[in-house]
């Protein structure tokens, strides 16, 4: 009996999290009665509860899809449109289950996450994203104001041309990030930068500059000024 109202206790407290503390108290005393009596289903108790399961499946679903390159940093809240940039630290996307806050975020979203930054720290950034440099909202409208060239702006097909250095550069957007200002424009300053980073600034009304990876053309990241 113990063991099953321990059990359900804590699947009705994470649905209800505002009850958490009750139910984590009371999953504790009974886990600790089970221990005291050497009894078997406190091993039940351990992997089926909701306090270890989830968190479990979580980190488990982050490790998946960090090495199928499909990892994502999750968050609550309202994203600003540079929310959607690629983290510069662990080189993933960011997503949000939006401004109402459950309360068991931490063991579905922070597990997630700990899985992300684990795997990334022992064995790199996750396949398939960009891998090089990646300058500061600062550094990168110092870049392209000191080593920029005006370009004419062609667009087909989707994608974004333009010539420079005698060379022909496309380039596409990315996820949840609009291209607005260069989508209207005509002429931008563009900058190459150790032949991995392409810095892109539309020449039109307020300031934005994109960065794009010069080896793929698909543009990860955006600041607004």
């Excluded at 540079?82 to 922070?110: A, H």
Aim: aromatic share 16%; hydrophobic share 45%.
């Amino acid at each position: 009996m113990l063991f099953w109202t321990a059990l359900i206790s804590s699947w009705l407290t994470f649905v209800l999290f505002f009850a958490a503390p009750f139910g984590v108290i009371y999953w504790g005393i009974v886990l600790i009665i089970l221990f005291i009596r050497k009894s078997k289903m406190k091993w039940y108790l351990l992997a089926f509860s909701a306090w270890t399961f989830i968190p479990t499946f979580n980190f488990l679903n982050g490790t998946k899809d960090y090495f199928t390159g499909q990892a994502t940093m999750k968050h609550v809240g309202l994203p600003t449109r540079e929310f959607y940039n690629l983290g510069k630290d662990y080189r993933t996307w960011n997503s949000t289950s939006g401004c109402i806050v459950m309360g068991s975020e931490p063991l579905t979203q922070g597990s997630n996450n700990l899985a992300v930054k684990f795997w990334t720290n022992l064995l790199g950034y996750q396949r398939g994203v960009y891998r090089g440099r990646y300058p500061g909202k600062a550094d990168a409208l110092k870049m392209i104001e000191e080593h920029g060239e005006e370009v004419e702006i062609a667009k087909s097909e989707g994608q974004i041309k333009f010539t420079i250095n005698s060379k022909i550069v496309e380039v596409n957007g990315v996820r949840n990030w609009d291209t607005k200002e260069l989508d209207s424009c005509k002429r931008a300053k563009v900058a190459i930068v150790d032949n991995e980073l392409i810095l892109i600034r539309p020449l039109l009304h307020g300031q934005v500059v994109y960065l794009a990876d010069n080896n793929t053309g698909r543009i990860f990241a955006g600041y607004e000024f």
